[in-house]
């Protein structure tokens, strides 16, 4: 209804703006060169709004006077401007340009291509749009070299890691900047307390995006100084164009489902196995097997549940938006609405967005222009419960006793479970809830001024708004809330950030010398808050809000916030198209920075030389472009917590009923930054007429000062402090490579190819040479790839008596799964390469284009294989993979598991436990390959649209991780960790259509 | 136009080139800076109270210098069925001692916060001077009281030092200021350590009255505990005399025998003792009480019990026998302290005591009777016989080495379970004497000359700080 309503009103306003006036009607062709028909040509008369596009054939047709001047412009093209005269049939041939002058978005500008001389990766509407993701960030994945993006959770709107050029640290945050329209937004990841509000890019609609410019170097990043080290994601949305209005509906639905399952056994084959490790451990006349038989009777009257099934479910996908773009002379303007239902493929998860976007752009004089770009988003998630818990349908689906139901046989929910230590995780999804719901307002305002030509003053402020409101509900028939009588944890986070930017700029060009300079101000504040309050005792599950609760449990409160100031400069210099230069300084000033070093400077050079421009390679036609690229420089990491270098007091305990103040972070004063050092050689060329483009970088970051908590001794009342002591290496190659294969009689293929090869260093630690996090486990050892797995090496079991094996550290057998010397690094977390392959085809209306995404190199370590192979385990429940057949049974055995028995430790001679993680058993490649992108679109004849009195309809359909090769045995190998309880990725197809008019 | 490039270039200017401290500034709400700390009365007091709250860690009052002494005594040992706490205490293993990382984290971060009051207090707007005089009398009872146990702990007694090993702990008198060298302070010699206690609980006297007796931090307490750094240091005649001062400001006598057990339920001779209520309590899991006892609802494990060695020790128709009860536990015939039985209502709600009068009257006995002759072996036994008729037991008329037995031996049992019979021991240079022929340690006796006996400093704590050493028999040094 509210949609509605929208939209009529959205339609009724655009209507009004647009005006038509006309006399007659003229009428054509638009050809190139080679009389191919060109579509979507914009056909204005010059001076007004008025005007249309060319349809799939490059036919037009347009209301006209005879003074009128018509305009033809097309992107690759030289634009024309024909005076209509007496004609009624004017037919033209676009000609003149065929290298496509590629404009990419720098910070605080834009640039040509062909004129940069650091690092930046870019990605173009096209390559973003109707890929039924929830943010874009998903999308960057194989379309751009050395920009990893590994799902934290598959769960639609879920948190992403995007790393740009490796891992630059171990403490502070790796994530890059990210920059809508100039408005630097707070993260990927929202707050830790929330569940399911995490990814704050998810509030954006990327069908709004025009293009993402991904700047990797410090050449390119360093005018964000302490802001960029870990890279910067700039996104421009999409603009109004002069001409009438144009409007776009595009309406898709589809639908998604799980990618793979463990293969289980079935009821009986559970129940046979069991016995049969009863017998192995107790013997075949003992009490606890007759007990076992009397619980579960006989095998072949055994039950049969699929549990995986009950967890995944088809899931839908629904995405409708509006849009209207336009504008005249002096003001232009885009402004799109859309609503997104999905249904997740895991029970009891989805997702609910609406956005709303205004860009609007006026001439104020002829000197001055006011733009304001303001999108609103509200995001509602319902969230089933996900990671290691007994109660997440993803990794209890996995661990469910097959023999055994959910349900009674009166559709009760069983309360006698064994299967996941007997939590229901089909009752707690039916009844508990985790409910998160995010409005987010991003709106910012500019002012340009050119008072003479090339000068240009800008100034803009903005303000970003996001409030997320999430609870967290056990309902009091389930068995983790019926231990609190049922427990409603309401969370409310603020994030308020408030930001603004002055420049001025200038550029000239005289003779063959071609200056640009810039110098402005930014600042920056933020501020977040949260409130959370959790009460127990709800009486039935019909009033479950925090109000209904009997017993308040506690509140909670925190505010916090942070400030920087930058001024920065960048100069560029280009001689007769052939050498340039530029550089780039930035001081910043950031409030969490110690008092000694608040202010760094982050200073940033590179050159190019392009040899295609000088004169010996005028007789090389083959080679139409070439550049050779260098640059070097600084930039910093300042996502560290807000008030780490000072020294505070905060609560302690109370006493005698008065609360008291301890210290709580030790002073700092030195803390600052951690610094990456960029240094990058790149190559860009283009040859055989550009049919083959490409750049090949290879790049060394080094970051430096890395944080690191270093021992100090406990006299000082703390044991670490938080100093700038480590560093790190990450160093690579990447390729890009995009190629017109074929172009002829309206067909085209061109394949987009990109691979980055990386390899990171640990240099250097605080106090030892090993450091492991001790949440994640994450290794660090000098000298060793980052993210390392340093484990004893698994031997397999002994065929002679079921036993499991170790290597010690002489490499020689053993049977005791120990630590100490006996570890090694066996590899690491981090892929070797990664990148992704495109082919696109089209012919006439229709396009294909597929995607292939790949990453070599990394080990997971399967702990839900782990869990569900490990027999002996909680109470027996375990063991239920058709993996569990290939155990030991006789001497002789070459099988890859050990005898099953009840009861982990029970090995003979005291062996260590084989199910253990803390060895290389379970630690498996996590290379794959995967279809990861397949699009199918076809634009109809306009002889057919026309009839209907609409502008262009396309037709397309999607498909989303279609195919996977890969030798990893989880659900998902695209996934951060362990992957352990994690949702996996879907499968999605979905059909949809745009309809212009 | 001119104006507004005007307007431009003075926010370009006023950013880039004037003061961007003001523009950075920001204060954490939940959390504040240090010197933000003392500028008002409410933050000032509430930093003296986190001195109170680190005496309660679980490592240090809130537990273990209580139980772990009793353990490492013939008082004590783990019941044969336990949770596994404090178990090594019990036989004395190398490296389980009162002594461990967070009894050393406990004490230092008490140090740390009362320096941090010692350094600002005096700045602080608005305290008058009676209240400073109050604060600044408190920080230093706590530091006294952390030197004098960080000394009996990880030291020798002076009097009795092997092989001239005379290294105490380190001495900070300044909170932590940076990564200087002060940061990596070595151990003072134990005559320092004592030293600087005695000094600390001058000041306090000098400092602090009567009137928030006894849950903080009051002359008499501060008297009565610098009776007893006195008496462990045996300078007899300064520990009588602090103890005559102590009792005669005390306000109270001691208890009487019909109200004996309000001592662990009221405090009600308590100088000084921590309180612990629900909102203190270490509660199911790390409080006294659970260690001591285990309830019919289940709560406490009941780990540590009595040696044979205690129960032989109580001479018939002692009423404070009634604070053992006998139980079978998992099989075993137990005897549960009844000292600490959660008294405040919930589990682990139990003030616990640091220095109580009746201590005191005994403190003064047994420096009576070191110093000797005739009217200081009266006095000595008045104060015995005080505590003696209480318990119900007839008059000691013991002289000599024979009165000074009978008086350790009573402050053997009358302070049983408060934490001191491993210090008593320790301090006096005497041996631990576990077994006897009903108890399964026969053999257990721990020489004074043992190394265990002392505490080892931690080796992490070791591994950071170049410039100390740990104690002779851990490691090298």
């Keep these: ?997 | 136009m001119k104006k507004f490039k005007i307007i431009l270039l003075a926010i370009v200017a006023s950013m880039g080139f004037t003061s961007c401290e003001d523009w950075l500034e920001t204060q954490p709400e939940q959390s504040i800076s240090e010197d933000l700390a003392f500028s008002s009365v409410e933050t000032a007091r509430a930093v003296m109270l986190g001195g109170y709250t680190g005496l309660y860690a679980q490592a240090y009052y809130g537990r273990d210098i209580i139980v772990a002494p009793e353990q490492l005594s013939d008082n004590t040992k783990s019941a044969l069925s336990n949770s596994g706490r404090l178990v090594g205490e019990s036989t004395n293993d190398e490296r389980s001692h009162v002594g461990d990382a967070a009894f050393w984290t406990a004490c230092y971060d008490v140090i740390n916060r009362v320096n941090l009051v010692l350094a600002n207090i005096e700045s602080t707007p608005g305290l008058s001077d009676g209240e400073i005089d109050q604060l600044r009398g408190e920080a230093f009872f706590l530091r006294g009281l952390v030197y004098f146990d960080l000394a009996r702990v990880y030291a020798r007694n002076p009097n009795f030092l092997l092989n001239n090993f005379d290294l105490g702990v380190p001495v900070l008198l300044t909170p932590f200021d940076g990564l200087d060298e002060d940061a990596y302070p070595a151990r003072a010699t134990v005559n320092e350590v004592y030293s600087q206690s005695k000094s600390d609980f001058n000041q306090a006297i000098s400092l602090l009255n009567n009137s928030n007796a006894p849950f903080r931090a009051s002359q008499a307490a501060a008297k009565a505990l610098l009776s007893r750094v006195h008496l462990y240091l045996q300078e007899w005649q300064e520990a009588a005399d602090l103890a005559t001062e102590a009792i005669n400001e005390a306000g109270f006598g001691i208890t009487s025998q019909a109200n004996y057990f309000d001592i662990f339920t009221d405090d009600s001779e308590a100088l000084f003792s921590v309180r612990i209520t629900i909102n203190e309590s270490l509660g199911n899991n790390n409080s006294i009480a659970v260690l001591y006892v285990e309830n019919s609802d289940g709560t406490g494990y009941g780990d540590v019990v009595c040696r044979q060695n205690l129960l032989d020790a109580f001479e018939p128709g002692d009423i404070r026998r009634d604070s053992i009860r006998q139980v079978v536990k998992d099989g075993e015939t137990v005897f549960y302290p009844l000292k600490f039985n959660s008294y405040g209502g919930s589990i682990g709600e139990d003030n616990t005591p640091v220095i109580r009068l009746s201590e005191v009257h005994l403190n003064r006995a047994e420096a009576l009777a070191e110093l000797g002759g005739a009217a200081n072996e009266t006095a000595a036994l008045q104060d015995l016989n005080a505590i003696r008729n209480r318990a119900g037991l007839p008059n000691a008329t013991s002289s000599g080495a024979a009165l000074l037995q009978d008086i350790l031996d009573e402050r053997r049992i009358e302070l049983a379970f408060e934490g001191h019979r491993f210090f008593d021991l320790k301090r006096r240079g005497l041996d631990i004497s576990k077994g006897n022929p009903v108890d399964d340690c026969v053999t257990c006796t721990i020489p004074y000359s043992d190394y265990r006996i002392v505490a080892p400093i931690q080796q992490a704590e070791l591994d950071v700080n170049p410039n100390l050493v740990n104690n002779p028999g851990y490691g090298d040094n």
């Design chain 1, 1 to 997: 209804m509210l949609m509605k309503k929208f939209f009529f009103s959205l339609i009724l306003c655009l209507l009004a703006m647009a005006q038509i006036h006309a006399q007659r009607t003229v009428s054509g062709k638009v050809t190139d060169d080679e009389g191919e028909g060109l579509p979507g040509v914009n056909v204005v008369i010059k001076g007004t709004t008025t005007g249309v596009t060319t349809d799939i054939d490059g036919n037009y047709r347009l209301q006209v006077n005879d003074a009128d001047v018509l305009t033809f412009s097309y992107v690759g093209f030289e634009s024309q401007e024909i005076a209509v005269g007496t004609r009624t049939t004017i037919d033209v041939t676009l000609g003149g340009i065929t290298e496509l002058q590629e404009v990419v978005v720098t910070g605080y500008g834009v640039q040509d291509k062909r004129d940069l001389s650091g690092s930046v990766a870019s990605l173009k509407k096209e390559q973003i749009e109707n890929v039924p993701s929830l943010s874009f960030d998903r999308v960057l994945q194989g379309k751009t070299a050395g920009v990893q993006v590994t799902g934290a959770s598959g769960i639609p709107g879920g948190a992403v890691n995007v790393r740009i050029r490796g891992d630059g640290s171990i403490n502070a945050g790796s994530q890059p900047l990210y920059i809508v329209d100039g408005v630097m937004i707070s993260g990927g990841t929202n707050d830790a307390q929330l569940i399911a509000s995490t990814n704050a890019l998810a509030a954006l609609n990327p069908n709004d995006i025009e293009s993402i410019d991904v700047l990797k170097d410090a050449a390119a990043s360093a005018i964000y100084g302490a802001q960029a080290a870990n890279g910067v994601v700039i996104i421009t949305t999409k603009r109004g164009k002069e001409g009438k209005a144009q409007f776009e509906f595009n309406i898709s639905a589809g639908v998604m489902e799980d990618l793979k399952r463990f293969d289980v056994m079935t009821g009986s084959e559970w129940i046979e196995f069991h016995q049969q490790a009863y017998i192995n451990t107790f013997g075949a006349g003992s009490p606890q097997l007759a007990a076992f038989q009397a619980q579960w009777g006989e095998a072949s009257n055994a039950i049969n549940t699929d549990w995986q099934d009950l967890a995944f479910r088809t899931g839908s996908f629904k995405n409708y938006e509006l849009s209207a773009r336009g504008g005249n002379e002096t003001t232009n303007y885009f402004v799109s609405g859309s609503y997104n239902k999905t249904d997740a493929h895991v029970i009891g998860t989805d997702f609910e967005r609406f956005t709303l976007r205004t860009n609007i752009e006026t001439k104020l004089t002829d000197k001055i222009k006011a733009g304001t770009n303001i999108s609103l988003s509200n995001v509602v998630q319902n969230q089933a419960s996900e990671g290691g818990f007994f109660v997440s349908p993803v990794f209890s689906g996995a661990a469910g006793v097959p023999a055994e139901s959910p349900f009674n046989d009166d559709g009760t929910y069983n309360d006698n479970l064994v299967s996941a230590n007997g939590a229901n995780f089909v009752r707690w999804t039916d009844l508990s809830k985790n409910n998160g719901v995010t409005n987010t307002v991003i709106a910012r305002l500019y002012l340009e001024y050119e008072p003479i030509e090339n000068l240009i003053f800008r100034s803009s402020g903005s303000v970003e708004n996001r409030a997320a409101r999430e609870i967290d509900y056990w309902h009091p028939d389930t068995n983790d809330g019926a231990s609190f009588g049922g427990l409603n944890q309401s969370t409310h986070v603020t994030d308020q950030s408030l930001q603004t930017d002055h420049t001025v700029s200038y550029n000239r060009d005289i003779d063959k010398h071609s200056i640009s300079g810039l110098v402005g101000v930014n600042y920056r504040y933020d501020r977040q808050t949260l409130l959370y309050a959790a009460g127990s005792g709800f009486s039935n599950g019909l009033l479950s809000t925090i109000g209904n609760a009997a017993t308040p449990l506690g509140v909670n409160g925190t505010d916090t916030e942070w400030k920087l100031a930058g001024v920065f400069t960048r100069l560029g210099y280009i001689y007769d198209d052939k050498y340039i230069a530029s550089f780039t300084l930035r001081r910043d000033g950031s409030s969490r920075f110690g008092g000694a070093n608040q202010f760094g400077v982050f200073p940033a050079a590179s050159v190019a030389w392009r040899v295609s421009s000088e004169s010996f390679m005028d007789n090389i036609s083959i080679v139409n472009d070439l550049k050779v690229r260098a640059s070097y420089g600084e930039t910093g990491n300042h996502l560290i917590g807000n008030f780490d270098a000072l020294g505070l007091v905060g609560a302690g305990g109370s006493y005698q009923g008065g609360s008291s103040l301890i210290p709580s972070n030790i002073a700092n004063p030195l803390l600052q930054w951690e610094t990456n050092v960029f240094t990058n050689f790149g190559l860009d060329f283009g040859i055989l007429d550009g049919r083959f483009r490409g750049s090949i970088d290879y790049y060394i970051r080094d970051t430096n000062d890395l944080l690191l908590n270093s021992p100090i001794p406990r006299t000082n009342g703390f044991n670490t402090i938080t100093s700038n002591v480590g560093r790190i290496r990450n160093s690579g190659i990447e390729i890009e490579l995009n190629s017109t294969n074929l172009s002829t009689g309206g067909f085209t293929w061109t394949t987009n190819f990109n691979i980055a090869f990386q390899d990171s260093e640990v240099l250097e630690l605080a106090d030892s040479d090993t450091l492991v996090i001790a949440n994640s486990g994450q290794t660090y050892i000098v000298g060793q790839e980052m993210n390392a797995f340093y484990l004893q090496r698994w031997a397999g079991v002994n065929p002679a008596d079921g036993r499991p094996m170790w290597y010690d550290e002489n490499g020689e057998i053993t049977y005791q799964n120990a630590s100490g010397n006996t570890r090694q690094v066996v590899g690491s977390a981090l892929p070797d390469y990664f990148g992704g392959i495109t082919n696109s085809f089209s012919y006439k209306g229709l396009e294909l284009s597929v995607l292939f995404q790949f990453q070599v190199g990394n080990l997971i370590r399967n702990t839900q294989r782990a869990y569900m192979l490990d027999a002996g385990n909680s109470g027996g429940s375990r063991g239920l993979l058709r993996d569990n057949f290939n155990s030991w049974q006789q001497p002789g055995d070459l099988v890859p598991n050990v005898v099953p028995l009840v009861g982990a430790q029970s090995y003979p001679n005291g062996a260590g436990d084989a199910n253990g993680t803390n060895n290389t058993r379970f630690l498996e490649k996590g290379d794959y390959l995967r279809l990861k992108e397949v699009i199918i679109g076809y634009t109809l004849p306009s002889s057919i649209v026309s009839k209907t009195g609409l502008n262009r309809v396309r037709l397309y359909a999607t498909g989303v991780n279609l195919w996977t090769m890969t030798e990893f045995t989880g659900y998902d190998p695209e996934v951060t960790g362990t992957g352990f309880g994690i949702v996996p990725q879907a499968r999605t197809y979905t059909f949809g259509a745009q309809i212009g008019f």
